[in-house]
């Protein structure tokens, strides 16, 4: 059963962000983890089976104060029901120019005449 787990962590810059995150998705189980709350002091992990005490004793041991605000069971209905009504299919129409210019030609083999310049002032004959 999947649940989403959300708890205070104290944050307060990008490097405590790192570490709490890091130490959320190590747990087995997690799916996913993101940030919430006005000042982004709010963790929220989404996953099959966390132990949410575990998972707050880790934050505690990692990042010291770890207040756990909420556990609810996520609703699988709606994502699927998301899901459905992205999946309809868009059609785009497409032109393409008939200009003469992008028409297809086969390539003509180009001739070139040389001339030596020296042909005229030979001193051997």
Not at 10 to 33: E, F, L, T
Not at 55 to 64: A, C, E, I, S, V
Not at 97 to 103: D, G, L
Request: charged share 30%; aromatic share 6%; hydrophobic share 35%.
């Amino acid at each position: 059963m999947k649940q989403k787990i959300v708890m205070k962590v104290p944050m307060n810059d990008a490097k405590s962000r790192c570490k709490a995150m890091k130490a959320a998705v190590g747990i087995q189980g997690v799916i996913s983890a993101t940030l919430e709350g006005n000042d982004k002091d709010q963790l929220a992990v989404v996953g099959d089976g966390i132990d949410s005490v575990a998972l707050t004793r880790l934050l505690r041991k990692k990042m010291g104060f770890t207040e756990l605000i909420s556990v609810a069971a996520v609703d699988e209905k709606k994502k699927e029901e998301k899901k459905e009504e992205e999946k309809k299919p868009s059609i785009e129409i497409v032109a393409w120019p008939t200009s003469s210019a992008y028409q297809y030609s086969v390539p003509q083999p180009m001739h070139y005449v040389y001339q030596d310049p020296y042909r005229d002032n030979c001193c051997i004959m």
